[in-house]
């Protein structure tokens, strides 16, 4: 049947012969993608009398949404926290390296560091390039001192009179930020968690000592994430559970999901703690990275902002500690050690991936999901959920070679 153009002269590619991740379910159906977006192809047939262009044979591969990874501090020797002449062709070498390891879109993280890398970084859609820059992540300096993990405590900061004032002080703009990590107990962070809401910011709570009842009203106030929960927080107490008990809390506010960051690398977590987690609160698991310049990299000495870190196989401490500081592990490490850790399905461990994730951010009417109409970001991966091939607006941007299928 020849195609009718009326609608678009685009091509219209059909991927055939696989297992698609939609409405949490694999589903044994055909990918139509036309122009960068998932088409309906009932609309196709029936509106547009049209057919496909170019038939994709997927050789029984499963077709998920493309992984968004919202907290990574670099990766491949490049430290995102580092102000550097080259920042730039770091920050694309980044995006196209974590192609293969199926991320579409990420947040930059900037762990307490000086202001001068925020103001380099701008928000872009994906592609051949690499993957899409959704906004940084910026990680302190309002944090806790008792709980400042990697991040020097000479630059860490607290809110005086000004408080939002003062955010803005030391960020200098928000125009590229789409996540803010705060400790909630610092005096006047109900008011700067309330502004930065309101400007479409997401709050994040961690690297923090609050109890229970301060994180509770925190997520009132508009804070939706916890960052990578376990680390770098009060740990679990029967009697005060601290900002965990948001995942099982009754003062969350009707129609409010509260989110949290999971390291599954089998370091910061374990699997015991992903498990209790998981069970408690499934549809908040959101799975991030926390990659450091040292992923991809051999073991050694490298850095995360300000301060030099020590890989030791898995774990990365700062140098001459045993504090842990970010990871080497990649997405979809993070994402086969999940599904082996929990025993969740496999629909599961990609949606804590891609799904969760956008929906933290309010944009999975575009990404993370293969409905109709959303942005044709999408990997094919086999039954052991490694990545053959990444697609970004329905393009080819990487695949695994022949050899290592």
């Avoid at 501090?73 to 580092?82: E, K």
């Avoid at 908040?284 to 890989?311: C, F, K, N, Y």
């Avoid at 979809?332 to 929906?359: I, K, M, N, W, Y």
Wanted: aromatic letters at 6%.
């Amino acid at each position: 049947m020849p195609s009718n153009k009326s609608v678009s002269d685009a091509p219209i590619v059909q991927f055939t012969n696989c297992r698609i991740l939609r409405s949490h379910q694999l589903q044994r159906e055909d990918l139509w993608v036309r122009e960068g977006k998932i088409l309906n192809p009932e609309k196709l047939f029936f509106d547009e009398k049209g057919s496909a262009d170019i038939q994709l044979d997927c050789k029984d591969s499963i077709i998920a949404p493309g992984f968004i990874d919202v907290q990574i501090n670099g990766g491949f020797g490049v430290d995102f926290s580092l102000a550097t002449d080259d920042f730039k062709s770091g920050i694309d070498l980044v995006s196209q390296k974590i192609l293969s390891h199926g991320v579409t879109s990420f947040c930059p993280t900037l762990v307490t560091s000086p202001p001068s890398v925020l103001p380099q970084i701008s928000i872009r859609n994906g592609g051949a390039h690499g993957a899409g820059i959704l906004g940084a992540h910026l990680e302190g300096p309002f944090i806790s001192k008792e709980k400042k993990g990697a991040h020097p405590e000479h630059c860490l900061r607290t809110f005086e009179a000004g408080a939002f004032q003062d955010l803005l002080a030391t960020y200098g703009s928000l125009d590229c930020v789409r996540i803010v990590t705060l400790a909630p107990e610092m005096k006047r962070s109900s008011e700067v968690i309330r502004e930065l809401t309101k400007q479409g910011i997401c709050v994040s709570l961690g690297h923090s000592v609050a109890n229970l009842s301060q994180a509770e009203e925190a997520v009132q106030h508009g804070a939706t994430f916890i960052t990578h929960l376990f680390n770098a927080m009060l740990p679990f107490h029967h009697r005060d559970p601290g900002i965990v008990g948001l995942l099982t809390s009754d003062k969350i506010p009707a129609g409010r999901r509260v989110f949290y960051g999971m390291i599954s690398d089998g370091i910061h977590t374990n699997p015991a703690a992903l498990r209790i987690a998981h069970r408690a609160h499934p549809k908040g698991l959101v799975l991030v990275t926390d990659a450091i310049a040292g992923m991809g990299l051999a073991p050694g000495r490298h850095t995360l902002g300000q301060q030099v870190v020590e890989i030791d196989g898995l774990n990365t401490y700062i140098a001459g500690t045993k504090t842990l500081s970010g990871s080497v592990a990649t997405m979809d490490t993070c994402v086969r050690h999940f599904q082996e850790a929990t025993g969740c399905s496999v629909e599961t461990a990609l949606e804590a991936a891609s799904l969760h994730p956008a929906q933290l951010l309010g944009i999975e009417h575009n990404k993370g999901t293969l409905n109709y109409d959303s942005d044709a970001d999408f990997l094919m991966l086999n039954d052991g959920l490694y990545v053959q091939a990444t697609y970004i607006a329905g393009e080819e941007v990487w695949r695994q070679d022949a050899l290592g299928m």
